[in-house]
């Protein structure tokens, strides 16, 4: 399935310029419509015994607000003039929530890494959609250089289903499986079945890797892709809300937080 509406987190607090040239690129690369999104929570007046009490925001702040979301997209809609579709939302609420929210508009949504006001996390496990995670440092002729970190696992299944319009236009296409355990003919069968789906999808595969793990694979994971010069790493997303809090395996967590590449992470 293609690309037909993409989103991008635009963040209130930070720049953000890279990630919206790479989403403008990418939604004229895959002729997509492109959402801007931006969001922005109520913050707690004060702390009181470890409980947040929050405020109600007074009128000139909500009106200050409200005029830094009309510039932030008005800019973006200029931008975005050339696309086949632009159009902007935003919200007074965490980022995180109004996007898992709004994701049922888009086929893919394009976020920064993890910080203070945003937690990419949320998105994954909640959106119902693939995320694209993109360092600040992105390219935007990025995505041609694509490394599947392959795992036998739903996850990792619909990840590589997701990122099949990115694959079919790569320069080159790499299968890896680190392994922890487990049979090698297995796992390397395993390969070869993800290569022969990939194929039929028209993705031409440069190669299948299997490599025994002799440190975090996590570690082992981005080595190689530096070594490669990937730009874009396809991977499940693997992780659970517990009491509110987000918990994630240690790739999940490196890729959220310090890949050097782009991912494109589905749960």
Do not use: N
């Not at 392959?150 to 990115?166: G, L, N, Q, S, Y």
């Amino acid at each position: 399935m293609p690309y037909a509406a993409m989103m991008v987190h635009l963040d209130v607090d930070r720049d953000c310029e890279q990630r919206i040239q790479l989403a403008l690129d990418l939604a004229d690369r895959f002729e997509a419509s492109l959402i801007g999104i931006a969001g922005l929570p109520l913050r707690p007046a004060f702390s009181a015994a470890g409980l947040a009490v929050f405020a109600e925001p007074s009128e000139g702040g909500l009106r200050r607000v409200a005029a830094g979301f009309d510039e932030l997209g008005k800019k973006f809609l200029t931008q975005g003039r050339d696309l086949r579709h632009v159009e902007w939302r935003s919200a007074l609420e965490p980022p995180g929530r109004l996007l898992a929210r709004e994701a049922r508009a888009a086929d893919l949504v394009i976020v920064g890494r993890r910080h203070d006001l945003f937690d990419p996390g949320i998105v994954l496990l909640q959106a119902g959609r693939p995320i694209l995670v993109a360092p600040d440092t992105v390219r935007p002729t990025a995505l041609r250089r694509v490394l599947v970190a392959w795992k036998d696992t739903r996850e990792c299944r619909r990840a590589v289903r997701d990122a099949i319009p990115f694959l079919q236009r790569a320069e080159q296409v790499l299968i890896l499986h680190l392994a922890e355990d487990g049979s090698e003919s297995e796992a390397k069968k395993a390969l070869a079945d993800v290569g022969s789906y990939l194929a039929r999808h028209r993705v031409v595969v440069a190669d299948e890797i299997w490599r025994r793990a002799r440190g975090p694979v996590a570690t082992e994971l981005l080595r190689f892709v530096r070594d490669e010069k990937a730009d874009l790493i396809v991977a499940g997303g693997y992780g659970h809300s517990r009491l509110g809090e987000w918990i994630f395996g240690g790739v999940t967590h490196e890729l959220l937080s310090a890949s050097p590449a782009c991912c494109l992470l589905s749960h």
